[in-house]
C-alpha cells in the first residue's frame, strides 16, 4: 500500500493563479480530509469529506474547493491564490472517523508570491 | 470551546536527558479522542499513540510514554533518556464527539531539539 500519496510536493505561484492538489489514498478509508499548516499554528482543518459525493466545510475554508467523486480521490483547488495561502498543506485519511487514527499525506509546500 | 493547548514552543535538552512535553485539551464531550503525532525535519506526520477518555492508564512504549489525566484535562507526553533522532516537532490533537468526530483539533506544537 501506497498509503496516502499527494502531488505536487513542492509550487510555486502567483497572486491569481489557480490550481489543484492531488491527494489519493489506496486503504479504501471514507473520510479524506485537507489542513494547512502555518508556522506556530499547528495544522487547521480546510475541507473534509465523510464519502465519495459528500463534502463539507472546516475551519479555513475560504479560497479553496473540493469534490470526491471517488473513495480514492480528494482533490483540492485553490481558485484565485492569495500570498495568504502560502502554506503547507496536508492530506489525510481515516477508516471511519470517529476516534480512528489520521493517516497523512508527505504535504505540499505551496508559495504564493 | 475545543481547543488543545501547548504551552511549550520550543524545548532543548541535552542527549539522554528526559524530557517532558505538555498537553492541555479542553472538551465539554464525555467521549474524545487524544492523538500524539510527530513531525521530524522531514516534514511528514508520524502518528505515536491514540487513547480514548475512558482509558487513563499510562502507556509506556520503548522511550516513549504518555500520562493522561482526565482530572487535569491533560496527555504528557515523556522522552527517557532522549537522542538526537528525537529532534521534531510534536503536536498533541483532539478528536471530538458528536458532530464534530471527524476532525482532529491541533495544538500548535513543540519543537524538541536534542543536543548531542
Known amino acids: 500500500n501506497a498509503g496516502v500519496t499527494q502531488t505536487p510536493k513542492f509550487q510555486v505561484l502567483k497572486t491569481g493563479q489557480s490550481m489543484t492538489l492531488q491527494c489519493a489514498q489506496d486503504?479504501?478509508?471514507?473520510?479524506m480530509s485537507w489542513y494547512r499548516q502555518d508556522p506556530g499554528m499547528g495544522l487547521r482543518l480546510i475541507h473534509y469529506s465523510v464519502g465519495a459525493g459528500i463534502t463539507d466545510q472546516g475551519e479555513v475554508p475560504n479560497g479553496y474547493n473540493v469534490s470526491r467523486s471517488t473513495t480514492e480521490d480528494f482533490p483540492l483547488r485553490l481558485l484565485s491564490a492569495a500570498p495568504s495561502q502560502t502554506s503547507v498543506y496536508f492530506c489525510?485519511?481515516?477508516?471511519?472517523?470517529?476516534?480512528?487514527?489520521?493517516?497523512f499525506g508527505p504535504g505540499t509546500r505551496l508559495t504564493v508570491l | 470551546a475545543q481547543k488543545v493547548t501547548q504551552a511549550q514552543t520550543e524545548i532543548s535538552v541535552v542527549e539522554k536527558e528526559d524530557v517532558t512535553l505538555d498537553c492541555v485539551y479542553e472538551t465539554r464531550d464525555t467521549t474524545y479522542y487524544l492523538f500524539w503525532y510527530k513531525q521530524p525535519p522531514s516534514g511528514e506526520l508520524v502518528f505515536l499513540i491514540r487513547r480514548n477518555s475512558f482509558d487513563e492508564q499510562n502507556e509506556i512504549s520503548g522511550r516513549y510514554s504518555w500520562n493522561f489525566q482526565k482530572s487535569t484535562s491533560s496527555f504528557n507526553f515523556t522522552i527517557t533518556a532522549s537522542q538526537v533522532v528525537d529532534s521534531a516537532v510534536y503536536f498533541c490533537a483532539l478528536s471530538p464527539g458528536g458532530d464534530s468526530s471527524y476532525k482532529l483539533i491541533f495544538g500548535s506544537g513543540t519543537r524538541l531539539l536534542v543536543r548531542p
Open positions: 489525510a485519511s481515516t477508516r471511519t472517523g470517529f476516534g480512528d487514527t489520521q493517516y
Open positions: 486503504m479504501n478509508h471514507e473520510y
